[in-house]
């Protein structure tokens, strides 16, 4: 097989494209990957996106709705979609209007991540790219969101309910509003929907979250400059606490770990593996190192680079001394045998003594009067001698006006 041949094979198989495809609506030719949604919430790459034929295996879509809301439908219709179209799908009652952000045998995968599981009615389906009519409904119902959440906050501090709602998501046909809130405690809140329905004459469906799935919904930029990982990536929130700034010598001060939604942050997480793999690889803090100079007590650790710092005094910071955890692991061992060194650095002691190696002349063949022999002084640049001037005074008298 010529090379020609070869290339053109590996070119069908995984054509590479380095440039968007122009759509401002999403990739219409299998998801490029560039230009198709890379910067949306909860963004999933679809790898398989160069493999049209495995696109036809699952009848599966991945839609997503407001923020980071997402659901699965099923095209039962044959609909030729693509990541990045508006489709109206089922809900009850009515219908939804979402964008497509999956599509192929890769939202199978995304199900079993996600541990969906459909409702007793089975799986919903997609009915149609969304119409003109669809889109003008949907904009519609989006414009009253923001009035609605005021109003339904007044409406709980008036009932006297100890809950926030930070969020209300209309459905695409304007049906039905979905009230997002936040709790301490359980919440009788049929009083509220008797009261809300009467007021905005839609369903009402009331959904308790969490603080941080309150600040992926509102989203925003965190202290480290970038858009907020619950916002962007994170689709499941794993617990985070004070054990993992401990781990990484990070000072415990609540100003600082908190984040926007003011739990600790989720990045804490994110090195702790490495850490603790890390401080398995180091001696006990809580030994002290004993030397013919004193007692030392751990002071600090940089733990990457293993390096260990010492004070002589339990309480204060007096005598540091940094050494690697080699030299601490030899001077434990030491200790344990009822040997001290001299210094906690590391020295050469000769067999006959304790005496260190420098215990002599730390100078010696050099003196510390080279630096007064002419030729420690010859880079010196000798300064030359001022001429001196001639004094007018003693040729006062001399008006000749001659000049030599």
Known sequence: MDKESLSDKLSDIAPIKTEPCGNSS???????????GQNGKLNTFDWLGNYPELQSLSDMVEVQ?????????????????????????EALPGHDIGTVTLTGKLVEKQMRKNNFRPDETGLRRVYRVA???????????????EQTMIRSRQIAEELGLQMKIGDVEYQGDGNKAIFYYIADERVDFRQLIKVLATEFKVKIEMKQIG???????????????????????VSNFVSVSTSAARYQDISINPQKLAGQCGKLKCCMNYEVDAYVEAQRKL???EIVLETKDGDFYHFKTDIFSGMMTYSSDKRSLANLVTIPK?????????????????????????????????????????????????????????RKPKRR????????????????
């Open 389 to 404: 001037r001639p004094d007018n005074n003693n040729h006062h008298g001399n008006n000749s006006g001659e000049r030599k």
């Open 131 to 145: 119409k003109s009519v669809d889109l003008e409904k949907y904009e519609q119902a989006k414009g009253k969101e």
């Open 26 to 36: 999403g990739c219409r030719k299998g998801g490029c990957g560039i230009c198709c």
């Open 211 to 233: 603080a941080r799935q309150e600040a992926g919904r509102i989203g925003g930029i965190g202290p480290c400059g970038r858009e907020l990982c619950c916002s962007k990536w």
């Open 65 to 89: 709705f407001k923020n980071t809301r997402k659901g699965y439908f099923l095209n039962s219709s044959k609909l030729e979609l693509h990541k990045g179209d508006v489709v109206a799908v």
């Open 326 to 382: 080699e030299r601490v692991f030899e001077i434990i061992a030491m200790n344990k045998k009822g040997k001290k060194p001299i210094k906690l650095t590391a020295e050469t002691e000769k067999q006959n003594g304790n005496e260190s190696e420098f215990a002599g002349d730390i100078l010696k063949d050099q003196s510390i009067t080279r630096f007064d022999t002419e030729g420690g002084n010859q880079s010196r640049k000798k």
């Open 283 to 285: 001696p006990s803090k």
